[in-house]
């Protein structure tokens, strides 16, 4: 069981990313998805989830409007489209699954069952 992200970089403030969590070894289809951050020095934090049928999300407070969280179960992924980025949006993202609701999904900051190592996120000039 395996969750492998990739997508990030280094983007200007307003530039654009776009985050992919490929799902290895589960049932996706089973899984609420969800996508944490941590940045240097702050707590970890709940960036957005999406319910295994791709009908509920959540976004942040400090995203909401900028970006958007998909799956394909199909394809077993789950992408986070990110525009208009913030130098506060640097952290290293990672990817997690549980067979939990989005509200759940969000409010354990990533600590569900499987969880990915990461990938780095840096905006700045």
């Known amino acids: 069981v395996q969750l492998v992200e990739s997508g990030g970089g280094l983007v200007q403030p307003g530039g654009s990313l776009r985050l992919s969590c490929a799902v290895f070894g589960l049932r996706v289809d089973s899984y609420a998805i969800g996508w944490y951050r941590q940045a240097p020095g702050k707590q970890r934090e709940g960036v957005s989830c999406?319910?295994?049928?791709?009908?509920?999300?959540y976004y942040s407070e400090s995203v909401e409007g900028r970006f958007t969280i998909s799956r394909d179960n199909v394809k077993k992924s789950v992408t986070l489209q990110m525009n208009g980025l913030k130098p506060e949006d640097t952290a290293v993202y990672f990817c997690?699954?549980?067979?939990?609701?989005?509200?759940?999904?969000?409010?354990?900051?990533?600590?569900?069952?499987?969880r990915g190592q990461g990938t780095q996120v840096t905006v700045g000039s």
């Open positions: 999406i319910n295994s049928s791709a009908n509920d999300t």
């Open positions: 997690a699954a549980g067979l939990v609701p989005v509200p759940v999904c969000i409010a354990t900051r990533g600590g569900l069952e499987v």
